[in-house]
């Protein structure tokens, strides 16, 4: 078995949500042997066990995958991958969060230290892989992130009252305050409408929310952080899934919902285009248009077959997300 080292934020333990980390290693433990890092929530022990497991197996690694993000996690990968470099060992960077073109804008220098030496990069979408191509990098691989399709139940649902589905980490960047303008929206419009939001605290954004909900006088349900189980299990009793980001490459939880056979409506930025093919697998609308996202919920809730088509469509593009599907591509970058 080839020995992989695999460097990134595994967090969940923490409060956090579960990530690439966490997910792809245990998928890639059936063949290979993996070690991980970090586990630790403070910046700078995780940065030094990160960069302890790199020197503890100088001479028993075949491969070295970095979690490489636009955020602090930036330096991280800067620094594990000159780690990499000086012990001459491959590394191989997975790009996340649509945001990472800035770094290449912005930090060119930084950008080729870590980018350019690199064996292979690993993006999980046809977006953020051209955008890198822009740049100049030709070292490019797409392989998407992966679900376990037998976890996901598919259902097509009645909308009746709407009951919409929200789940992602609250940050600004995924702006989940449109998810709240939406709902007051569809009210205003006289639907009867319902808001769930599922996810963890990330920036403070969460208090902000639970203040402007109640300041409006509607009632959303906060769950807070749940686990996959939890959250599949609620959406058993929605029947609309909204993804409100600004900023985005290719989140898992829309990928998830579609397995589910929840109609899609999000904002058409980053690599959701690529995700969802618009009136085909979902619908897509201009970044923070309340009235855009909410005529759209209107237009499944109104229009059976169109959601029908939607909801069928999704979950065929779901199923090519499936680890028996992915993991073929990994072997193949991985030996």
Same mark, same amino acid.
């Given at each position: ?36 890092? /970090? ?9 030094? #066990? ?11 690694? #075949?491969?070295?995958?970095? #979690? ?34 800035? &770094? ?22 046809? *977006?953020?892989? /051209? ?22 139940? *598919?259902?097509? &649902? ?7 589905? =929200? ?63 939890? =959250?599949?299990?609620? /959406? ?78 999704? &979950?065929?593009?779901?199923?090519? *997300?499936? =680890? ?12």
């Amino acid at each position: 078995m080839k020995n992989v080292l695999y460097v990134g934020n595994a967090l969940s333990h923490s409060g956090k949500n579960i990530t690439s980390i966490e997910t792809l290693s245990r998928h890639l433990k059936e063949d290979y042997n993996i070690k991980i890092a /970090s586990i630790k929530p403070n910046r700078i022990l995780r940065l030094l #066990d990160m960069m302890g497991l790199i020197l503890k197996n100088t001479k028993n690694t #075949d491969r070295v995958l970095i #979690d490489t993000y636009s955020t602090l996690n930036f330096y991280y990968a800067l620094v594990i991958s000159q780690l990499c470099r000086a012990f001459k060992l491959d590394y191989i960077h997975i790009l996340h969060g649509g945001n990472l073109e800035s &770094r290449l804008k912005n930090n060119p220098r930084l950008s080729k230290l870590i980018f350019k030496n690199a064996k292979c990069l690993v993006s999980p979408s046809k *977006f953020l892989k /051209s955008k890198f191509e822009v740049y100049g990098y030709t070292n490019l691989v797409f392989i998407p992130n992966t679900i376990q399709i037998n976890n996901y139940q *598919f259902r097509s &649902r009645a909308v009746d009252t709407i009951k919409l589905l =929200w789940v992602r980490s609250f940050s600004k960047i995924y702006n989940p305050k449109l998810a709240i303008l939406v709902l007051e929206a569809l009210i205003n419009k006289g639907y009867k409408a319902q808001l769930t939001m599922v996810g963890p605290d990330s920036d403070n954004s969460l208090n902000e929310l639970k203040t402007l909900a109640l300041n409006k006088k509607l009632t959303v349900d906060f769950t807070g952080k749940l686990t996959q189980l939890e =959250w599949i299990t609620r /959406s058993k009793t929605h029947n609309i899934f909204i993804n409100t980001t600004n900023l985005d490459n290719a989140p898992v939880s829309v990928i998830e919902a579609m397995a589910l056979g929840l109609p899609i409506v999000s904002t058409n930025v980053g690599g959701l285009p690529f995700l969802v093919e618009n009136e085909l697998e979902g619908l897509l609308v201009k970044p923070d248009d309340t009235e855009a996202m909410a005529n759209a919920i209107i237009r499944l809730k109104e229009d059976n077959l169109l959601k029908d088509k939607l909801i069928f469509n999704a &979950r065929l593009k779901a199923e090519t *997300f499936n =680890w028996s599907h992915v993991k073929q591509s990994w072997n193949s970058l991985l030996n």
